[in-house]
């Protein structure tokens, strides 16, 4: 017998399962942050002493020493 009060069965129904942005990823885009690859442009920074160096084009800052310590440098 229908109780109609809205208390039926549960997962059951349209859109069931359909979150918003579900499996869509952080959505950083291209080119973005500080992972290899993140583009021509930024510093590489030094963990260690701090000191900062343009990035050079074509060269990932882990192959890069610090010119004030000698410690692998970071992108920025």
Do not use: F, I, W
Not at 3 to 17: A, D, E, F, S, V
Not at 42 to 66: E, L, Q, W
């Amino acid at each position: 017998m229908p109780r109609g009060n809205g208390t039926g069965p549960l997962g059951q129904g349209p859109g069931t399962g359909r979150g918003m942005g579900m499996g869509r990823g952080a959505g950083r885009g291209r080119m973005g942050g500080n992972r290899p690859g993140a583009g021509p442009g930024g510093n590489c920074v030094c963990p260690s002493c701090g000191a900062k160096v343009p990035h050079p084009r074509g060269t990932p800052c882990y192959d890069m020493t610090c010119p004030e310590c000698g410690t692998k440098m970071v992108r920025e």
